[in-house]
Protein backbone atom coordinates (compact mmCIF):
# COMPACT_ATOMS: atom_id res chain seq x y z
CA UNK A 1 0.00 0.00 0.00
CA UNK A 2 3.11 2.49 0.53
CA UNK A 3 3.89 2.48 -3.19
CA UNK A 4 0.61 2.94 -3.96
CA UNK A 5 0.64 6.09 -2.04
CA UNK A 6 3.19 7.95 -4.41
CA UNK A 7 0.57 7.82 -7.10
CA UNK A 8 -2.08 9.04 -4.52
CA UNK A 9 -0.32 11.93 -3.18
CA UNK A 10 0.83 13.00 -6.80
CA UNK A 11 -3.00 13.42 -7.67
CA UNK A 12 -4.16 14.43 -4.58
CA UNK A 13 -1.77 16.88 -3.83
CA UNK A 14 -0.05 18.17 -7.39
CA UNK A 15 3.09 17.05 -6.43
CA UNK A 16 6.20 15.78 -8.19
CA UNK A 17 8.00 12.81 -8.58
CA UNK A 18 10.69 13.90 -5.99
CA UNK A 19 8.21 15.62 -3.65
CA UNK A 20 6.27 11.89 -3.36
CA UNK A 21 9.51 10.30 -2.88
CA UNK A 22 9.65 11.69 0.34
CA UNK A 23 6.97 8.70 1.69
CA UNK A 24 9.82 6.00 0.61
CA UNK A 25 12.03 8.51 2.78
CA UNK A 26 10.19 8.37 5.87
CA UNK A 27 9.06 4.18 5.67
CA UNK A 28 12.73 3.34 4.82
CA UNK A 29 14.35 5.80 6.47
CA UNK A 30 13.01 4.14 9.70
CA UNK A 31 13.99 1.01 8.65
CA UNK A 32 17.38 2.39 9.18
CA UNK A 33 17.15 3.72 12.87
CA UNK A 34 15.32 1.30 14.45
CA UNK A 35 17.63 -1.64 13.18
CA UNK A 36 20.03 -1.84 16.08
CA UNK A 37 17.66 -0.67 18.86
CA UNK A 38 15.77 -3.63 17.93
CA UNK A 39 18.55 -5.97 18.33
CA UNK A 40 19.20 -4.89 21.62
CA UNK A 41 15.54 -5.18 22.70
CA UNK A 42 15.17 -8.72 21.49
CA UNK A 43 18.90 -9.61 23.23
CA UNK A 44 17.65 -8.06 26.23
CA UNK A 45 13.98 -10.05 26.06
CA UNK A 46 12.65 -12.13 23.44
CA UNK A 47 12.07 -12.41 19.63
CA UNK A 48 8.82 -12.61 20.87
CA UNK A 49 8.80 -9.60 22.46
CA UNK A 50 10.38 -7.86 19.50
CA UNK A 51 7.54 -9.66 17.26
CA UNK A 52 4.95 -8.12 19.42
CA UNK A 53 6.45 -4.43 19.92
CA UNK A 54 7.04 -4.47 15.97
CA UNK A 55 3.27 -5.06 15.54
CA UNK A 56 2.29 -2.72 18.16
CA UNK A 57 4.08 0.45 16.48
CA UNK A 58 2.62 -0.59 13.54
CA UNK A 59 -0.72 -0.72 14.91
CA UNK A 60 -0.11 2.75 16.19
CA UNK A 61 1.54 3.88 12.73
CA UNK A 62 -1.67 2.87 11.06
CA UNK A 63 -4.23 4.08 13.43
CA UNK A 64 -2.31 7.65 12.99
CA UNK A 65 -3.59 7.59 9.61
CA UNK A 66 -6.82 8.83 10.92
CA UNK A 67 -6.32 12.40 12.42
CA UNK A 68 -3.73 12.71 9.67
CA UNK A 69 -6.43 12.68 7.49
CA UNK A 70 -8.05 15.15 9.38
CA UNK A 71 -5.54 17.68 9.59
CA UNK A 72 -4.68 16.91 5.29
CA UNK A 73 -1.15 17.57 6.07
CA UNK A 74 1.49 15.29 4.38
CA UNK A 75 4.02 15.86 6.96
CA UNK A 76 1.37 14.01 9.26
CA UNK A 77 1.31 10.98 6.81
CA UNK A 78 5.13 11.21 6.76
CA UNK A 79 5.31 11.14 10.44
CA UNK A 80 2.85 8.05 10.63
CA UNK A 81 4.55 6.04 8.35
CA UNK A 82 7.49 6.35 10.10
CA UNK A 83 6.29 5.19 13.04
CA UNK A 84 4.51 2.32 11.56
CA UNK A 85 8.00 1.85 9.33
CA UNK A 86 9.41 1.39 13.06
CA UNK A 87 7.39 -1.65 14.05
CA UNK A 88 8.14 -3.40 10.43
CA UNK A 89 11.76 -2.78 10.76
CA UNK A 90 11.61 -4.05 14.41
CA UNK A 91 9.49 -7.28 12.73
CA UNK A 92 12.83 -7.74 9.93
CA UNK A 93 15.37 -7.70 12.73
CA UNK A 94 13.69 -10.37 14.56
CA UNK A 95 12.41 -12.30 12.36
CA UNK A 96 15.25 -13.26 9.99
CA UNK A 97 17.77 -14.36 11.86
CA UNK A 98 15.04 -16.48 13.89
CA UNK A 99 14.51 -18.20 11.05
CA UNK A 100 18.05 -18.63 10.13
CA UNK A 101 18.33 -20.20 13.48
CA UNK A 102 15.60 -22.43 13.49
CA UNK A 103 17.37 -24.94 11.75
CA UNK A 104 21.13 -26.32 10.15
CA UNK A 105 23.31 -23.10 8.44
CA UNK A 106 23.72 -24.82 5.59
CA UNK A 107 20.13 -24.84 4.42
CA UNK A 108 19.53 -21.24 6.24
CA UNK A 109 19.39 -19.25 2.83
CA UNK A 110 16.79 -21.61 1.19
CA UNK A 111 14.64 -21.52 4.70
CA UNK A 112 14.61 -17.91 4.51
CA UNK A 113 13.48 -18.01 0.68
CA UNK A 114 10.88 -20.18 1.64
CA UNK A 115 9.32 -17.92 4.37
CA UNK A 116 9.64 -14.90 2.54
CA UNK A 117 8.07 -16.63 -0.22
CA UNK A 118 4.80 -15.86 1.71
CA UNK A 119 5.39 -11.58 1.87
CA UNK A 120 4.28 -11.11 -1.57
CA UNK A 121 0.75 -12.74 -0.74
CA UNK A 122 0.31 -9.74 1.50
CA UNK A 123 2.17 -7.36 -0.92
CA UNK A 124 -0.98 -8.51 -3.54
CA UNK A 125 -3.74 -7.73 -0.65
CA UNK A 126 -2.12 -4.62 -0.27
CA UNK A 127 -2.32 -3.68 -3.74
CA UNK A 128 -5.88 -4.73 -4.24
CA UNK A 129 -6.89 -2.85 -1.02
CA UNK A 130 -5.15 0.39 -2.64
CA UNK A 131 -6.44 -0.12 -6.04
CA UNK A 132 -9.96 -0.70 -4.99
CA UNK A 133 -10.26 1.41 -1.98
CA UNK A 134 -7.90 4.55 -2.91
CA UNK A 135 -6.93 4.94 -5.91
CA UNK A 136 -10.69 4.30 -7.26
CA UNK A 137 -11.45 7.05 -5.09
CA UNK A 138 -8.90 9.35 -6.72
CA UNK A 139 -11.25 12.54 -7.87
CA UNK A 140 -9.77 12.66 -11.88
CA UNK A 141 -8.78 16.49 -11.82
CA UNK A 142 -5.42 17.19 -12.78
CA UNK A 143 -3.05 19.23 -11.54
CA UNK A 144 -3.91 21.96 -13.52
CA UNK A 145 -7.57 22.15 -13.07
CA UNK A 146 -7.07 21.67 -9.02
CA UNK A 147 -4.50 24.68 -9.06
CA UNK A 148 -7.29 26.77 -10.77
CA UNK A 149 -10.01 25.65 -8.09
CA UNK A 150 -10.88 27.75 -5.56
CA UNK A 151 -9.70 26.79 -1.86
CA UNK A 152 -12.94 25.74 -0.77
CA UNK A 153 -13.87 23.18 -3.47
CA UNK A 154 -10.20 22.06 -3.62
CA UNK A 155 -10.08 20.99 -0.02
CA UNK A 156 -13.44 19.39 -0.08
CA UNK A 157 -12.13 17.15 -3.02
CA UNK A 158 -8.90 16.48 -0.76
CA UNK A 159 -10.65 15.74 2.35
CA UNK A 160 -12.14 12.87 0.39
CA UNK A 161 -9.78 11.28 -1.10
CA UNK A 162 -7.31 11.92 2.19
CA UNK A 163 -10.20 9.78 3.79
CA UNK A 164 -9.95 7.24 0.99
CA UNK A 165 -6.26 6.59 2.14
CA UNK A 166 -6.73 6.08 5.49
CA UNK A 167 -9.72 3.94 5.45
CA UNK A 168 -7.63 0.61 4.56
CA UNK A 169 -4.64 1.87 6.95
CA UNK A 170 -7.30 1.73 9.62
CA UNK A 171 -8.88 -1.39 9.05
CA UNK A 172 -5.68 -3.21 8.48
CA UNK A 173 -4.55 -1.92 12.08
CA UNK A 174 -8.27 -3.62 13.45
CA UNK A 175 -6.78 -6.90 11.51
CA UNK A 176 -3.40 -6.90 13.43
CA UNK A 177 -4.83 -6.41 17.02
CA UNK A 178 -6.36 -9.43 16.75
CA UNK A 179 -2.59 -10.84 15.06
CA UNK A 180 -1.20 -9.34 18.46
CA UNK A 181 -3.86 -10.75 20.71
CA UNK A 182 -2.89 -14.29 19.29
CA UNK A 183 0.74 -14.05 19.04
CA UNK A 184 1.08 -13.42 22.80
CA UNK A 185 -1.17 -16.16 23.30
CA UNK A 186 1.47 -18.48 21.37
CA UNK A 187 4.72 -20.15 22.76
CA UNK A 188 8.01 -19.47 21.01
CA UNK A 189 11.17 -21.34 21.77
CA UNK A 190 13.47 -19.24 23.41
CA UNK A 191 16.78 -21.47 22.60
CA UNK A 192 18.02 -19.56 20.12
CA UNK A 193 17.71 -16.27 22.30
CA UNK A 194 19.88 -17.19 25.04
CA UNK A 195 22.44 -19.16 22.37
CA UNK A 196 24.34 -15.54 21.30
CA UNK A 197 26.09 -13.53 23.67
CA UNK A 198 25.58 -9.84 21.95
CA UNK A 199 28.61 -7.44 22.93
CA UNK A 200 28.17 -5.31 20.32
CA UNK A 201 31.52 -3.19 20.19
CA UNK A 202 33.23 -6.60 20.00
CA UNK A 203 31.04 -7.74 16.99
CA UNK A 204 31.03 -4.50 14.94
CA UNK A 205 34.89 -4.64 15.56
CA UNK A 206 34.76 -8.28 13.79
CA UNK A 207 31.86 -7.74 11.27
CA UNK A 208 33.76 -4.12 9.62
CA UNK A 209 36.90 -6.29 9.32
CA UNK A 210 34.70 -8.92 6.90
CA UNK A 211 34.72 -7.96 3.54
CA UNK A 212 32.42 -10.94 2.39
CA UNK A 213 29.72 -9.35 4.97
CA UNK A 214 30.27 -5.40 3.97
CA UNK A 215 29.72 -6.61 0.16
CA UNK A 216 26.38 -7.87 1.20
CA UNK A 217 25.36 -4.79 3.09
CA UNK A 218 26.26 -2.61 -0.37
CA UNK A 219 24.50 -5.23 -2.17
CA UNK A 220 21.53 -5.65 -0.10
CA UNK A 221 21.84 -1.50 -0.15
CA UNK A 222 21.73 -1.17 -3.58
CA UNK A 223 18.99 -4.53 -4.37
CA UNK A 224 16.66 -2.29 -1.98
CA UNK A 225 17.32 0.70 -3.92
CA UNK A 226 16.32 -0.56 -7.07
CA UNK A 227 13.09 -2.60 -5.85
CA UNK A 228 11.88 0.22 -4.14
CA UNK A 229 11.97 2.39 -6.85
CA UNK A 230 10.83 -0.38 -9.31
CA UNK A 231 7.61 -0.66 -7.63
CA UNK A 232 7.62 2.82 -7.19
CA UNK A 233 7.45 4.41 -10.54
CA UNK A 234 5.58 1.23 -12.05
CA UNK A 235 2.31 2.80 -11.63
CA UNK A 236 3.68 6.29 -13.18
CA UNK A 237 5.87 4.50 -16.04
CA UNK A 238 2.30 2.75 -17.21
CA UNK A 239 0.37 5.83 -17.37
CA UNK A 240 3.04 7.21 -18.95
CA UNK A 241 3.51 4.30 -21.99
CA UNK A 242 -0.03 3.17 -22.23
CA UNK A 243 -2.11 6.46 -21.22
CA UNK A 244 -4.02 5.14 -18.70
CA UNK A 245 -4.75 6.03 -15.56
CA UNK A 246 -3.83 5.30 -11.70
CA UNK A 247 -6.37 2.52 -11.24
CA UNK A 248 -5.95 0.70 -14.67
CA UNK A 249 -2.27 1.38 -13.88
CA UNK A 250 -1.87 -0.60 -10.86
CA UNK A 251 -3.14 -3.75 -12.36
CA UNK A 252 0.25 -4.03 -13.64
CA UNK A 253 1.58 -3.29 -10.55
CA UNK A 254 -0.59 -6.15 -9.24
CA UNK A 255 0.82 -8.60 -12.05
CA UNK A 256 4.54 -7.46 -10.91
CA UNK A 257 3.59 -8.54 -7.64
CA UNK A 258 2.15 -12.01 -8.56
CA UNK A 259 5.00 -12.98 -10.73
CA UNK A 260 7.35 -11.76 -7.53
CA UNK A 261 5.31 -14.17 -6.07
CA UNK A 262 5.42 -17.42 -8.04
CA UNK A 263 8.96 -16.96 -9.22
CA UNK A 264 9.65 -17.14 -5.26
CA UNK A 265 8.30 -19.92 -4.93
CA UNK A 266 10.08 -21.68 -7.71
CA UNK A 267 13.30 -20.20 -6.94
CA UNK A 268 13.09 -21.67 -3.81
CA UNK A 269 12.54 -24.80 -5.39
CA UNK A 270 15.10 -24.72 -7.66
CA UNK A 271 17.86 -23.93 -4.64
CA UNK A 272 17.55 -27.73 -3.82
CA UNK A 273 19.54 -28.43 -7.12
CA UNK A 274 21.11 -24.79 -7.87
CA UNK A 275 22.95 -22.95 -5.56
CA UNK A 276 21.33 -19.64 -4.32
CA UNK A 277 24.55 -17.62 -5.26
CA UNK A 278 24.42 -18.85 -9.11
CA UNK A 279 20.19 -18.34 -9.48
CA UNK A 280 21.18 -14.61 -8.05
CA UNK A 281 23.84 -14.11 -10.96
CA UNK A 282 21.54 -15.29 -13.00
CA UNK A 283 18.49 -13.31 -12.11
CA UNK A 284 20.43 -9.65 -11.82
CA UNK A 285 21.92 -10.13 -15.26
CA UNK A 286 18.57 -10.41 -16.85
CA UNK A 287 16.94 -7.77 -14.55
CA UNK A 288 19.84 -5.51 -16.23
CA UNK A 289 18.51 -6.48 -19.57
CA UNK A 290 15.01 -5.82 -18.58
CA UNK A 291 15.68 -2.35 -16.72
CA UNK A 292 17.77 -1.64 -20.45
CA UNK A 293 14.25 -2.47 -22.00
CA UNK A 294 12.63 -0.15 -20.08
CA UNK A 295 14.36 2.63 -20.51
CA UNK A 296 15.09 2.95 -24.16
CA UNK A 297 11.76 0.57 -25.67
CA UNK A 298 8.91 1.87 -23.80
CA UNK A 299 5.16 0.79 -24.87
CA UNK A 300 4.18 -2.42 -24.21
CA UNK A 301 7.46 -3.90 -24.42
CA UNK A 302 8.84 -1.32 -21.94
CA UNK A 303 5.59 -2.31 -19.49
CA UNK A 304 6.34 -6.37 -20.34
CA UNK A 305 10.34 -6.05 -19.30
CA UNK A 306 9.01 -4.05 -16.14
CA UNK A 307 6.90 -6.74 -14.57
CA UNK A 308 9.54 -9.34 -15.28
CA UNK A 309 11.70 -6.86 -13.53
CA UNK A 310 10.22 -8.03 -10.67
CA UNK A 311 10.08 -11.92 -11.27
CA UNK A 312 14.18 -11.38 -11.04
CA UNK A 313 13.69 -9.50 -7.89
CA UNK A 314 12.00 -12.05 -6.11
CA UNK A 315 14.82 -13.99 -4.80
CA UNK A 316 17.71 -11.06 -4.36
CA UNK A 317 16.77 -9.91 -0.50
CA UNK A 318 16.73 -13.19 1.06
CA UNK A 319 19.60 -14.48 -0.89
CA UNK A 320 21.63 -11.67 -0.28
CA UNK A 321 20.22 -11.64 3.26
CA UNK A 322 21.44 -15.46 3.94
CA UNK A 323 24.54 -15.26 1.91
CA UNK A 324 25.95 -11.89 3.73
CA UNK A 325 25.21 -13.65 7.34
CA UNK A 326 26.37 -16.63 6.46
CA UNK A 327 28.69 -18.50 9.29
CA UNK A 328 28.82 -15.33 11.14
CA UNK A 329 27.66 -17.62 14.24
CA UNK A 330 27.29 -15.45 17.35
CA UNK A 331 27.48 -12.04 15.40
CA UNK A 332 24.39 -13.08 13.77
CA UNK A 333 21.73 -10.68 15.13
CA UNK A 334 24.53 -7.20 14.73
CA UNK A 335 25.11 -8.72 11.24
CA UNK A 336 20.83 -8.96 11.09
CA UNK A 337 21.15 -5.12 12.29
CA UNK A 338 23.37 -3.83 9.47
CA UNK A 339 21.67 -5.71 6.47
CA UNK A 340 18.09 -4.00 8.02
CA UNK A 341 19.63 -1.24 8.11
CA UNK A 342 20.84 -1.72 4.43
CA UNK A 343 17.43 -1.05 3.60
CA UNK A 344 18.19 2.73 3.50
CA UNK A 345 18.82 2.27 -0.09
CA UNK A 346 15.01 2.38 -0.59
CA UNK A 347 15.07 6.00 1.42
CA UNK A 348 18.23 7.17 -0.81
CA UNK A 349 17.94 6.08 -4.64
CA UNK A 350 14.09 6.18 -4.74
CA UNK A 351 14.27 10.28 -4.21
CA UNK A 352 17.31 9.84 -6.42
CA UNK A 353 14.70 8.27 -8.72
CA UNK A 354 12.46 10.57 -8.65
CA UNK A 355 14.83 13.40 -9.21
CA UNK A 356 16.30 11.93 -12.24
CA UNK A 357 12.63 11.82 -13.52
CA UNK A 358 11.29 15.51 -12.92
CA UNK A 359 15.33 16.62 -14.51
CA UNK A 360 15.29 14.77 -17.19
CA UNK A 361 11.35 15.08 -17.50
CA UNK A 362 11.01 11.77 -18.65
CA UNK A 363 10.20 8.54 -16.04
CA UNK A 364 11.94 6.09 -18.17
CA UNK A 365 15.10 7.98 -17.71
CA UNK A 366 14.85 7.12 -14.26
CA UNK A 367 15.54 3.94 -14.30
CA UNK A 368 19.37 4.04 -14.52
CA UNK A 369 19.39 4.08 -10.95
CA UNK A 370 17.95 0.36 -10.61
CA UNK A 371 20.14 -0.31 -13.77
CA UNK A 372 23.25 0.84 -11.90
CA UNK A 373 21.90 -0.83 -8.39
CA UNK A 374 21.35 -4.46 -10.69
CA UNK A 375 25.16 -4.29 -11.73
CA UNK A 376 25.66 -4.61 -8.37
CA UNK A 377 24.26 -7.28 -6.72
CA UNK A 378 25.81 -8.73 -10.02
CA UNK A 379 28.85 -7.92 -9.35
CA UNK A 380 28.65 -8.89 -5.86
CA UNK A 381 26.97 -12.69 -6.76
CA UNK A 382 29.94 -12.99 -9.06
CA UNK A 383 32.37 -12.17 -6.30
CA UNK A 384 30.71 -14.63 -3.98
CA UNK A 385 30.19 -17.41 -6.67
CA UNK A 386 34.53 -16.89 -7.35
CA UNK A 387 35.20 -17.42 -3.62
CA UNK A 388 32.89 -20.50 -3.67
CA UNK A 389 34.74 -22.28 -6.47
CA UNK A 390 38.48 -20.93 -5.10
CA UNK A 391 37.21 -22.74 -1.35
CA UNK A 392 36.21 -26.01 -3.01
CA UNK A 393 39.32 -25.87 -5.04
CA UNK A 394 41.77 -25.51 -1.82
CA UNK A 395 39.30 -28.36 -0.16
CA UNK A 396 40.37 -30.56 -2.80
CA UNK A 397 43.82 -30.50 -2.22
Same mark, same amino acid.
Given at each position: ???????????????? !???? =????? *??? #?? +???? &? @???? /??????????????????????????????????????????????????????????????????????????????????????????????????????????????????? !???? =????? *??? #?? +???? &? @???? /??????????????????????????????????????????????????????????????????????????????????????????????????????????????????????YFGGLVGVYALVLISGCMSLMYPTIYGLAISGLRNDTKIASSGLVMAILGGAVLTPLQGLVSDIAESINYAFYVP???????????????????????????
Amino acid at each position: MTDILLAAFKRIMSMT !DFQT =SWIQV *AFY #GS +YFCL &A @IPAA /LFIKRYTYKSGVLLGLGLFILGSLLFYPASISMQYGHFLSALFILAGGLAILETTANPYIIAMGPEESATRRLNLAQSFNPIGSIIGILLGKVYILSHLNSASAEERASMDSEKL !DIIQ =SEELN *AVM #GP +YVAV &A @IMLI /LLWVLIYFVKMSKASDASQDFNIIPAVKRLVKNKDYLAGIVAQFFYVGAQIGVWSFTIRYVMNELQLNEEQASSYYLASLILFMVSRFVCTALMKFFRPNILLALLSFIAILATFCVIYFGGLVGVYALVLISGCMSLMYPTIYGLAISGLRNDTKIASSGLVMAILGGAVLTPLQGLVSDIAESINYAFYVPLFSFLVVFLYAVSISKKIKRGEQTQSY
